[in-house]
């Protein structure tokens, strides 16, 4: 049974930290990145990391959020400093199982992050 479980997500007051983790098991596939939603709006790429190690940053959060993963653990990390208002959304963790010819994509139930004074 396919499983990703993401957590710590929460209430933060703006400037303020989180760090969220995924934690994927039950499938090979690899936690490649950190997507975000808001309501009304599409879900967007935060942050992304390759099986290599090399990460990608959506301008917003460039400098203020870290992507890592403990490949023995399959756990990916989301560092979050600096929180804004604007960074208020759910979490979701995608995880991908590269197969010839094929992608397998798997999302995790989403983590909710509040900024807010």
């Known amino acids: 049974q396919v499983q990703l479980v993401e957590s710590g997500g929460g209430l933060v007051q703006p400037g303020g930290s989180l760090r969220l983790s995924c934690v994927v098991s039950?499938?090979?596939?690899?936690?490649t990145g950190w997507y975000r939603q808001t309501p009304g709006k599409q879900r967007e790429l935060v942050a992304s990391i390759t099986i290599g190690g090399s990460t990608t940053y959506a301008d917003p959060v460039k400098g203020r959020f870290t992507i890592s993963r403990d490949n023995a653990k399959n756990t990916m990390y989301l560092q979050m400093n600096t929180l804004r208002p604007e960074d208020t959304a759910v979490y979701y963790c995608r995880a991908a199982d590269v197969r010839p010819g094929m992608i397998l994509n798997y999302w995790g139930q989403g983590t909710q992050v509040t900024v807010s004074s």
């Open positions: 039950g499938t090979s596939a690899k936690p």
